[in-house]
């Protein structure tokens, strides 16, 4: 980072001058008037050249900032990275304590990782450890790139803990470590700041309306794969977050606080948080979060801000920054500041909200909270201890005491989940020998987690298949559909890991007597190559992500692949699923195949199996009608508005980073003349509305390149838009209507009826014509149509998340395939909550649609199968709309 220094000092002497130093706080003093600065050295003015609060400052000259503290304050800031963004920019947290607490922080390190784990740490070394172990908070900022005046706060938090020379700073450092990670999601920070400043004139606006504050697609919000961060704690697919989650694994603080913004009109949120509850939150962690609610009141009164509390930001899911920490014992909790969204901001009451009223109503709120970490430094420390011991025994009373993950039909999916628990911080191992338990058999290499161990919650809110809302809070969110108001439910409600990634695990009450190896981390483990030397050549079974990668990069290593529509089997090679490939050397003849196949093995985990003879006993030869050459496909997808920023990010994520394959991404002002030559297959992500940038003259281009054997595949409600459009052939359902409620006239007048009941009063009010409610998010379960091509490799069940309101009628069986369908009511529910109308309508309503069209067809996804690329189950439905529905149209 050194690098930057003499570049970033000359661009912020050339940009001071863009600051508004009008604003209504200005400088380090005027963010907390009774600080003592009278020795003060590296300010953010004296780093970068203008008073803090007055610019938003770019994650370059961040980085500098945070160098310039290091090396003015040695023995008491350390500055440590964890990684580096999508985009090549650092990852960095800073460490700063007392000079006592820096020089003895080997020892702190090893002190929480001994009191993480009380089976080997009993109860008097406990009580000597948190006698003599400071207590720790983690403060993280910015995990949203255009919540802008957090990061800013994290300077001038550091900035205050190292120069404020009063007695209660002092101890706070004796009493506390304090981990500051001023950025998490650098990338988004520098789309935010490039193109705010470009908006900015002679003055700054306080206008809703202007260009300050009305960014351009996609938003300064997400990293690099538009992903909100926020909501990746339990897939860890952002290194972002990876990254954290490791710090946080080895270091294990207290507390933990991530500062973001919300609406310019509303006011400060803090803990502790709204309804509902996840009930793996235990009642001690309650109360510490209304130990910091209290401290933080008493700070905003007395400077006389607003705050709530309670109304809004629920610590239900787990997938938070907020909330992950707590299942391992910490307490979690979001910071929500009104934002600016720029330098000046005027609410609708008038008032205008300035960039620097973030800045110091974040930093009072981040300083007010390391004075509870310090203050309540020993009942912290015995807290976390007594968690992670209650965890243990609640893990040897559980019904289930062992969780076994077989891995049999996906290895794929399971070898992922299995490491990524560890990354999770649970202990997994693997059995090394057969092993029979609870009445089941299982192969070596299943995965075997017990669940006493301090992990146990963090364990249960991942692998659960259920987890549920309090029933009042339920009643009371239906009692506000009642009366048309928006429920309350904020976040997905079903999350579940083995479901998401339609991986089969089994329960237990006893555990496995078998030799086992402890698991580390390695979501892909090595494949092999079995009989090298084969005369005819190699056949891989489809169906997972294994087989998966090895198609990608054997198709960008020029190698030709034939893949089988139906199942089949090999003389001596066993049954292979329909949609395996075959490799076989007449195909290859110039190619050192053996070689290259070994390297792909290893590299993608697949298991290649060598044949010396085609002989098939059952299915399809290999040179059948119903085997089909493959080839690299050109793969394109729409981008920029209207597309949903997050659907667009999530896909090309997956494809790329996932399966391994290259994306292009078009602008949708491009895709306006239709022009999808040269692609063989056009993805369009879910969208605000596409009918806002296609033209009828779009369409008619799109069924063009679809009869001359173009592949369009639609996601979400892109497929509502498909259907509108003429693309696809079936229909958009509206809402059941409630028994009782007729179609209203449409005169003005009506004849007169008695209303004689309060049932026939809530009957007569009821709307007609509506849209079906919008779920949340519950994962749901789908059949599905083997027989035909596009479920190649699935199983006979899938899980789907379903998010939204869009469901669609089956087609009709002269216009297409309906290949996978919602199941039926008693076993549409896999885990979450739906409403009754939506269980009630969602049966039978197709999840993937076929339809041809001329040499062409489109296939369409009702719901997001990469919704935040967790949705693993669904990855095997997607390649072969990528990768084997382009084969059968040549």
């Known amino acids: 980072m050194r690098t930057l220094k003499k570049l ?47 610019k938003i400052t770019s994650p370059e000259a961040m980085s500098l900032y945070f160098e310039a503290l290091a090396e003015a304050f040695p023995d008491q800031v350390k500055l440590l990275d964890y990684g580096k963004s999508w985009e090549g920019r650092t990852l960095y947290y800073v460490v700063i304590s007392s000079p006592e607490n820096l020089q003895n922080f080997d020892q702190f390190v090893q002190n929480m990782q001994q009191l993480a784990d009380p089976r080997s740490t009993d109860e008097d070394d406990a009580e000597r450890l948190i006698n003599e172990t400071p207590a720790s908070i983690w403060l993280s900022y910015g995990v949203h790139g255009n919540e802008i005046s957090s990061p800013e706060a994290a300077m001038m938090t550091a900035y205050h ?23 998490q999601n650098p990338d988004g920070r520098a789309r935010f700041v490039q193109r705010y400043y470009m908006t900015a004139g002679l003055e700054h606006s306080a206008d809703r309306r202007s260009a300050e504050h009305n960014e351009p697609w996609p938003s300064g919000r997400t990293n690099h794969y538009m992903f909100d961060m926020n909501r990746d704690w339990i897939a860890l697919t952002q290194p972002e977050i990876k990254g954290q989650v490791d710090a946080l694994l080895k270091y294990y603080p207290l507390v933990f606080v991530d500062l973001h913004e919300m609406g310019g009109d509303s006011t400060y949120y803090f803990t502790p948080e709204a309804r509902p509850y996840n009930p793996l939150i235990t009642d001690s962690q309650r109360e510490t979060l209304n130990w910091i609610g209290k401290n933080n009141a008493s700070w905003f009164d007395d400077k006389g801000f607003d705050y709530f509390t309670r109304e809004i930001f629920d610590a239900f899911y787990p997938g938070y920054g907020a909330s992950w920490p707590l299942y391992h014992g910490a307490v979690a909790m979001t910071y929500e500041m009104a934002s600016a969204r720029g330098h000046k901001f005027e609410r609708t009451d008038g008032d205008v909200l300035t960039y620097a009223d973030g800045v110091q109503q974040h930093f009072v709120a981040s300083i007010s909270t390391i004075q509870t970490v310090s203050e309540r430094r020993e009942a912290l420390l015995e807290k976390f201890w007594s968690y992670r011991k209650s965890a243990i025994e609640a893990g040897e009373d559980d019904e289930q005491r062992a969780l ?55 364990i249960r809110t991942l692998m659960d298949k259920q987890v549920d809302m309090a029933p009042e809070f339920l009643q009371e969110q239906e009692q506000r559909r009642g009366n048309n108001l928006p429920d309350q439910i904020y976040d997905v409600t079903g999350w579940s890991l083995p479901l998401m990634f339609n991986v089969d695990v ?71 699923p329909s949609g395996s490939l075959i490799v076989t050397h007449a195909d290859n003849a110039e190619k050192e195949l053996a070689n290259t196949l070994a390297r792909l093995a290893k590299q993608t985990g697949a298991t290649i199996y ?281």
């Not at 001058?17 to 009278?38: F, H, Q, R």
Request: glycine content about 8%.
């Open 8 to 54: 970033l000092i000359s661009l912020s002497i050339a940009t001071a001058s863009t600051a508004t130093m009008a604003d209504s706080l200005s400088g380090a003093a005027s963010l907390l008037p009774e600080a003592n600065y009278s020795n003060q050295k590296v300010s953010v003015e004296d780093v970068l050249g203008y008073p803090i609060g007055t």
């Open 161 to 183: 803990l190292l120069n404020d020379n009063r007695e209660q700073t002092e101890q706070w450092l004796e009493n506390t470590v304090i981990f500051i990670d001023p950025l």
């Open 404 to 458: 076994i993950i077989p891995g049999k039909d996906d290895p794929a999916g399971a070898r992922k989940l299995a490491s990524l628990l560890v990354e999770q911080g649970a202990e997994v191992q693997q059995a090394q020998q057969s092993f029979r338990v609870c009445g089941n058999d299982y192969a070596a290499g299943s995965f075997i987690i017990d669940k006493a161990q301090p992990a146990y919650r963090m």
């Open 506 to 576: 089994d329960g237990c009450d006893d555990l496995p007597r078998v030799d086992t190896i402890a698991v580390n981390e390695g979501r892909i483990a090595a494949g092999e190559l079995i009989n090298p030397a084969a005369k005819v050549g190699y056949l891989v079974r489809w169906g997972n992500m294994n087989s998966g990668r090895f198609l990608t990069a054997a198709l960008r290593e020029g190698l030709t692949i034939k893949q089988s529509e139906l199942a089949f089997t090999h003389e001596t090679a066993g049954r292979f």
């Open 610 to 890: 060598g044949v010396d003879t085609s002989w098939i006993t059952d299915g399809p030869n290999f040179g059948s009608e119903n085997v089909h050459g493959l080839f690299a496909p050109k793969i394109a997808m729409a981008w920029d508005e209207p597309v949903s920023q997050y659907n667009a990010g999530h896909t090309r994520f997956v494809i790329e980073r996932q399966m391994n394959y290259p994306v292009t991404a078009i602008r949708t002002g491009e895709l306006r003349a239709g022009d999808l030559d040269g692609f063989d297959v056009f993805i369009l992500p879910a969208s605000y509305g596409y009918d806002r940038v296609f033209s009828e003259q779009t369409v008619a281009e799109f069924k063009d390149w679809i009869n001359d054997g173009g592949v369009l595949v639609t996601l979400g409600n892109a497929s509502g838009w498909a259907v509108e459009a003429g693309l696809l052939a079936t229909k958009v359902e509206r809402a059941i209507p409630k028994e009782g409620v007729e179609e209203p006239a449409e005169e003005t007048k009506i004849d007169g009826q008695a209303i004689v009941s309060r049932d026939q009063f809530m009957t007569e009010i009821q709307a007609h014509g509506v849209d079906p409610d919008w779920v949340s998010g519950a994962l749901v379960h789908a059949d599905v149509d083997q027989d035909h091509w596009l479920a190649a490799g699935l199983k006979d069940k899938l899980v789907s998340l379903f998010n939204g309101n869009t469901i669609l009628a089956p087609i009709d069986i002269d216009k297409g395939r309906n290949i996978a369908w919602f199941s039926n009511k008693d076993e549409l529910l896999a885990s979450g909550f739906l409403w009754d109308e939506t269980a009630e309508q969602l049966p039978y309503k197709p999840l993937l649609i076929w339809q041809p069209n001329g040499d062409g067809m489109v296939i369409s996804f009702t719901q997001e199968p990469t919704y935040r690329a967790y949705m693993d189950g669904l990855n095997t439905a997607l390649m072969n709309a990528l990768f084997l529905a382009p084969a059968t149209t040549r």
